[in-house]
C-alpha cells in the first residue's frame, strides 16, 4: 500500500485522469445514474450517455486497479 503513494507518476496520473473525468461529467447531460449505454461503447455522443455511473467506474476503477497490483506486486517481496 505504501508503495501506491510514494509513486509519484501514478499519483499524477490519476489526478489527471480524474479531472478529465470531472470535466466530462460537467459536460455532460446529467440526468442521474445509467441510462443503459456505457461510452465509447455507443454511436451516441460522449455528452448524451456520460452519467455518474460512467464517473464511479472510470474514476474508482483505475484506484482499484492500481492498489490490486501494488498488493500482488508487493506480495512477492515481503517476507
Known sequence: MKNVFANK???ALL???TFL???FLSLSDDSGYYKSELWPFTTKSLSQTYDKTEFLLYVFGPI???F???LFKNNG???
Do not use: M, P, Q, T
Request: charged content about 15%.
Open 68 to 70: 490490486a497490483y501494488s
Open 77 to 79: 517481496n515481503e517476507k
Open 9 to 11: 507518476r501514478f499519483l
Open 21 to 23: 473525468n470531472v470535466i
Open 64 to 66: 482499484v486497479i492500481g
Open 15 to 17: 489526478l489527471i485522469w
